[in-house]
């Protein structure tokens, strides 16, 4: 009796933790599905730009971490440094309906009947422009671009506020900017100071 009682007490642990462990293995395919699909807009968004700068007078920093007033640390996608401005870009690379307020917290985004929030990404983005307007404090803060570029094949439902564009939108957007803004020798003092900063 007593040695049922452990083969039964054997299966129940070998059991719980086979479904522990495909619990654990099915969210973190899960992360890694979400950090690869970003990684995807990224990619595609820095190749867009590096393209943009190679017969311009222009650098893109990709992947900064700057830090904060408070001490803690934030994560910018891309930078970029031109003589119009500096371009401080939040990529989000979404697939599905999109319906955006430039004043709400937060966003939705439906795909396949399935409704999902995200952080308003001009908030977010808002962050990392106040680390680059605190490293380059020299630079007169209208010259410092929040900017949102979506890749995938989003489609807003709602009208896209006037500084969140689809990536093929991105470089007329940025053409629109006027030239001159920034001397050449300011643009590579930027460089250097967020190369020097960043962590």
């Known amino acids: 009796m007593l040695e049922v009682l452990s083969m039964v007490h054997l299966q129940i642990v070998s059991f719980i933790l086979l479904v522990s462990l495909s619990i654990a293995l099915g969210y973190l395919a899960g992360k890694h599905r979400k950090r690869a699909s970003e990684n995807c807009g990224e990619a595609l968004v820095r190749r867009f730009l590096a393209a943009y700068c190679q017969d311009r007078e222009a650098h893109l920093l990709n992947n900064i971490t700057l830090r904060l007033h408070d001490g803690s640390t934030t994560q910018i996608d891309h930078i970029l440094i031109t003589t119009k401005g500096i371009f401080v870009i939040e ?102 100071r967020l190369e020097y900063i960043r962590m």
């Open 91 to 192: 990529t989000k690379h979404y697939k599905g309906w999109i319906f955006s307020n430039e004043n709400s917290k937060s966003w939705s985004r439906i795909l396949y009947y399935n409704k999902f929030r995200f952080q308003n990404p001009i908030h977010q983005n808002y962050k990392h422009v106040k680390a680059v307007q605190m490293t380059l404090d020299f630079i007169d803060p209208r010259y410092i671009h929040n900017i949102v570029v979506f890749s995938g094949s989003p489609v807003f439902k709602t009208s896209k506020p006037h500084n969140v564009f689809y990536l093929g939108e991105l470089i007329p957007a940025i053409e629109q900017y006027s030239e001159g803004i920034l001397t050449l020798n300011r643009v590579q003092f930027c460089i250097g």
